[in-house]
DNA sequence: CGGGATTTCATGGGAGTCAATGGATTTACA
DNA sequence: TGTAAATCCATTGACTCCCATGAAATCCCG
């Protein structure tokens, strides 16, 4: 079942911090592999840049293990295991919300994504999430319509 | 079997809150995937923006759940995915009804639909349904009956 | 078959709660 | 001891929950 749904504003501040959306985080705990539910609980989140565009990729635990399950498929001392391994684990960091629940987004990937101040979005992608600056994901979002649209993508009321 | 019948017509009142018609809300559980009959039992609801009108699309948690199916026949970490799994989620809502039996739409949902406390319009689709401004819903309709009129003039064989 | 009583819906408004954000203070570490 | 980072505190505003009223359909019983 999906997680992560909807778009969601928010802002940066000055020291790089960012407001989780209340409705993710209920989902970051159901996907922490403890399954605790202790309200002082940690909820950890996975961020890595990514590949293909200038945003963030967020994963709840469970859903950063499946990359790793990815990894484990390859042959282990292959060239492939390695440069998949660098690809995942060099660049990815695991984030902690602090009690008010927000994060601290590293210097390194706020560039990577172009986000300033001026405001950014949460993308919710069912099983993961990324962070966008908020008019580049406005923009992304109508490509999307437009690409999915020629998939002729013929479920009901889905994208003609 | 049919789920979504028929059109109901409802009022958005200033803070963005409509009535589900009572003849949804059975269906919406019975469409929840927990399955939980008891009265305090929510039940979610799905919204998303149609592509082709200006409505709102409007799911059972199962109903979305086929989105999903689909959006899994595609290859993982494929651009195809990445898409179709943006297109879906990023725009999407879930909601549940308050013990009143209503749901707050979010302003870009409204505006989307140009929906204004002038009424709006439940239309049942079978397993989905559609939220319509009333009037934009009444035009719709008259616009549809026109040019099934026209394409009937013209059809061969056909006298007037 | 009526007419009143009852329940279910629809709708409006208000108060309390929580999320989001900005800033201050303390801690860690060079 | 200076600088950066993490924790704590406070305020605003939005949203949720709750109750209250009115209308409409249904039921029940004469």
């Given at each position: ?12 501040d ?12 209920a ?8 399954g ?22 967020g ?18 001392f ?23 629940g ?59």
């Amino acid at each position: 079942m999906a997680d992560f749904i909807g778009t969601h504003q928010g802002k940066l501040d000055a020291k790089g911090r960012v407001s989780v959306p209340a409705a993710y985080r209920a989902s970051l705990k159901t996907g922490s592999t403890s399954g605790n539910t202790a309200p002082t609980a940690p909820a950890p989140l996975y961020l890595r840049p990514s590949h293909k565009f200038p945003c963030l990729e967020g994963f709840t635990e469970k859903a950063f293990a499946r990359l790793e399950e990815e990894l484990n498929k390859l042959p282990e001392f292959s060239d492939e295991h390695a440069d998949l391994a660098t690809a995942i684990y060099s660049e990815a960091i695991r984030l902690e919300a602090d009690k008010e629940g927000r994060i601290v987004l590293p210097a390194e990937l706020i560039g990577h994504a172009g986000l300033n101040e001026g405001g950014i979005a949460f993308l919710g992608k069912g099983k993961t999430f990324e962070i966008w600056d908020a008019s580049t994901a406005e923009r992304r979002k109508i490509e999307a319509r437009e690409r999915a649209a020629a998939l002729h993508f013929t479920a009901p009321g889905v994208v003609h």
